[in-house]
């Protein structure tokens, strides 16, 4: 049964603490399996992805290859139709327009002591790009991973993805083509993120692994990190809906379904200031279901991790927002602009009743992998800045040296490192200062 709270009641604050606590993504379950996956890729490489592969995929790698083929990847684009095409090129353009602006720009200047300081970007050597595909094909994950690294410069991108039953949907691969992909793997799982982070013989490593993906593609992610870099936890995914009565319950229901269909550990929310819109909204989310293919998953996500919270008024719900930090904020609501405004922990924002969440999953430009978890209270959506490395720079001549130089060395004596005071203090006497 969905949840449903009211804000008034007296045990609310314990009830939505629950509701915050859920485990949906890091069991220890999870957590002990792909450990052992893990250690299994460092131990064994490309026999244990074929391993799991058999075993989580139903795939035999060892007959299929574990690279997908030029040859292959050129016939899947054969095999979409002109309307797909044109629909990935349009979302292409767009996703790369809006990535061109989060370019930064590389700063040099001198200081009021003479000391020259300032910071340079340079892209990464190698990225690992997680698509996911275990029960859904994401064409459109694929062109929000290798935009950005593409825009930042990054020149070896690597792109896995898992084939379920062998199958890989045509459009996954012909995005991967129309963005200048070339190095792609059909694994996915803990096993594809660990054999990118450590490397098989077939799978040189790489040093940072980007992308969404479900439960144990999370873990692994958080389990690799240190050995590479990662970019955030972009697990199953989530919508928090803000609605007043002006909102339309059919349109709230589609929407929280739509994040529902990924996963049934997917969570979708929906807070309001209108009993009448709770209601409706219970009651449409019941109909749609009936008529969605993914019915099952949608129906597991709304029955585990749904939730309806009334509130006495809409700004009410944004403390509560704050603290759920989710993934995907719709705000419907006559007063959406200053309601947006005043949100602090979101992956995204879509306002008003014309900005469906669908929108930034596909066409809208910006990145749509995005933190899941609360993790948005830390950390932000994909971005150029994920695939770039800031350097500090910094040159002292005599003069600056002389300027400054003299508070090093007290630091340096304060700190007990003498080896460090004394390599400033060297040149101070050098220069009689
Ligand atoms: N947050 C975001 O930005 C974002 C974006 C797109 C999709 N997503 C999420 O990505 C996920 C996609 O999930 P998916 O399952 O379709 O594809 P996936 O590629 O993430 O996972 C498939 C893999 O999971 C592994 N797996 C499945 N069951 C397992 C088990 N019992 N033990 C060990 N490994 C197992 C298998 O190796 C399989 O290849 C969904 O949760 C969706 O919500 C998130
Ligand atoms: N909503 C997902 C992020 O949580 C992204 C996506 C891709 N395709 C459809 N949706
Ligand atoms: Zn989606």
Known sequence: MTLRLDAAAPDFEQRFVSLLAMKRESSHDVDETVRGIIEDVVARGDEALIDYSKRFDRIDLAQTGIAVSAAEVAAAEARCSREQLAALDLALDRITAFHERQKPEDLRF??????????RWSPLDSVGLYVPGGTAAYPSSVLMNVVPAKVAGVKRIVMVVPTPGGHVEPLVLAAAKRSGIDEIYRVGGAQAVAALAYGTKTIAP???????????VAAAKRRVFGQVGIDMIAGPSEVLVLADKTANPDWIAADLLAQAEHDESAQSILITDSAEIADATVAAVERHLATLSRTEIASASWRDYGAVILVKKLSDSLPLADRIAAEHLEIISEDAEELAAR????????????TPEAVGDYVGGSNHVLPTARSARFSSGLSVLDFLKRTSILKCDAESLRAIGAAAVTLGDAEGLQAHARSVSIRLNALGA
């Open 206 to 216: 790489v040093v940072k692994i980007v992308g969404p993906g479900n439960a144990w």
């Open 110 to 119: 001198r200081d009021a002591a003479g000391v020259e300081l300032g910071w």
């Open 343 to 354: 949100v602090s922990n979101a992956g995204a924002i879509f306002i008003g009743a014309y």
